[in-house]
T-cell receptor, first 115, second 113 residues
């Protein structure tokens, strides 16, 4: 199966620590998205890449959040100095631009718990 | 900016009964609309999408949705519920050239035996 993968699936950390999550998109997909989902809510857009370019990051929640996609393949999302409010599911999705409504394929997510 | 409202955070139906999950959107331009399903501890799976080709859209697992521009609605239906349909369902609208998804708050569907 060559779907979207995310690592780790679960992360428990202490407040103030830095965490990094990885997303591997479907190989031919040029767009990669990051979303955050809190309990009982729908996913919320954070940022996205087209190839290696980060085209929108205004929705990143604070300057503690950063994302990279260095070679247009996998991506990482880093949260510095984690806070309890960062506890959530972080979802990655990828898509291929075709000129129409591009379906986003989601990974299984990384569940972050900040103690 | 686009927005999505899902009426009813929790819907419960009997096995074999009609499933109706409601979604209303706001958009200043003709929208792309999606329904996704999420099973516990899993990512989201696309059920169906509306791209203006046809107002009645058929998806996987027997689900379908009808786009009604006059009502700004995109409700999801299934004629006969199955136990395996129990999950969280999200309606979403695609926004801007980035086609980032704006989601509703979700509806949890419970199927009673």
């Amino acid at each position: 199966d060559t779907g979207v993968s995310q690592d780790p699936r679960h992360k428990i950390t202490k407040r103030g620590q830095n965490v990094t999550f990885r997303c591997d998109p479907i190989s031919e997909h040029n767009r990669l998205y990051w979303y955050r989902q809190t309990l009982g809510q729908g996913p919320e857009f954070l940022t996205y890449f087209q190839n290696e370019a980060q085209l929108e990051k205004s929705r990143l929640l604070s300057d503690r959040f950063s994302a990279e996609r260095p070679k247009g393949s996998f991506s990482t999302l880093e949260i510095q100095r984690t806070e309890q409010g960062d506890s959530a599911m972080y979802l990655c999705a990828s898509s291929l631009t075709t000129g129409g409504a591009n379906e986003q394929f989601f990974g299984p997510g990384t569940r972050l718990t900040v103690l | 900016a686009q927005s999505v409202t899902q009426l009813g955070s929790h819907v419960s139906v009997s096995e074999g009964a009609l499933v109706l999950l409601r979604c209303n959107y706001s958009s200043s331009v003709p929208p792309y609309l999606f329904w996704y399903v999420q099973y516990p501890n899993q990512g989201l799976q696309l059920l169906l999408k509306y791209t203006s080709a046809a107002t009645l859209v058929k998806g996987i697992n027997g689900f379908e949705a009808e786009f009604k521009k006059s009502e700004t609605s995109f409700h999801l239906t299934k004629p006969s519920a199955h136990m395996s349909d129990a999950a969280e369902y999200f309606c979403a609208v695609s926004e801007g050239g980035a086609q980032k998804l704006v989601f509703g708050q979700g509806t949890r569907l419970t199927i009673n035996p």
